[in-house]
């Protein structure tokens, strides 16, 4: 079966650093997406990764590791505001997105 | 350019009855998804519709249905609701399923059912 794992809570101090894990089971491999979800809204696209590598952008960083079926999300210089649930999807080889539980990371000042 | 639209946002209905809810993508967007969310869950996939075809299915059971109109808007159906379906009903559009594309979210329907 398709598989996407990732801790299910974390929490960090603002003004420091957060590296949330997605780790992925899946037949075949199109990409995978970084969302951010906070309480009571839709959620809304991060960053996409399909080559090895690490994606910057802002404050933002994603990492992917395609032999390792292993990605994370890096948050830097973390705000209040960054107190979201954080979900990882991957699309398989049919185009579908398999998306995992989520992480629900909480700030604390 | 206007973002994804769900009506209605609230909906209480009980046990039994049967619940329509209505999608409307941002203009261009030809495909559409829609995904159930409860507390603590992920985003289940329910279906996607492209031109208006089903193209992929979750493991929901035949109660839920859904179908895309020529202008792309999609409605998805539930019938003989149980107390399980309440729930958070997204949908989410793009350009077309395939390669990187981004999904844009609606805010959602917010299903209870007593």
């Known amino acids: 079966g398709q598989n996407i794992d990732q801790p299910t809570e974390m929490t960090a101090t603002e003004g420091a650093i957060v590296q949330i894990n997605c780790t992925y089971q899946t037949s075949g491999f199109n990409g995978l997406f970084w969302y951010q979800q906070h309480a009571g809204e839709a959620p809304t696209f991060l960053s996409y990764n399909v080559l090895d590598g690490l994606e910057e952008k802002g404050r933002f960083s994603s990492f992917l590791s395609r032999s390792k079926g292993y990605s994370y999300l890096l948050l830097k210089e973390l705000q209040m505001k960054d107190s979201a649930s954080y979900l990882c999807?991957?699309?398989?080889?049919?185009?579908?997105?398999?998306w995992g539980a989520g992480t629900k990371l909480i700030i604390k000042p | 350019k206007a973002g994804v639209t769900q009506t209605p946002r609230y909906l209480i209905k009980t046990r039994g009855q049967q619940v329509t809810l209505s999608c409307s993508p941002i203009s261009g967007h030809r495909s559409v998804s829609w995904y159930q969310q409860t507390p603590g869950q992920g985003l289940q996939f329910l279906f996607e519709y492209f031109s208006e075809t089903q193209r992929n299915k979750g493991n929901f059971p035949g109660r839920f249905s859904g179908r895309q109109f020529s202008n792309s808007r999609s409605e998805m159906n539930v019938s003989t609701l149980e107390l399980g379906d309440s729930a958070l009903y997204l949908c989410?559009?793009?350009?077309?399923?395939?390669?990187?594309?981004?999904?844009?979210f609606g805010p959602g329907t917010r299903l209870t059912v007593l």
């Open positions: 999807a991957v699309m398989d080889s049919n185009y579908q997105l398999i």
């Open positions: 989410a559009s793009s350009l077309d399923p395939y390669s990187y594309n981004e999904q844009f």
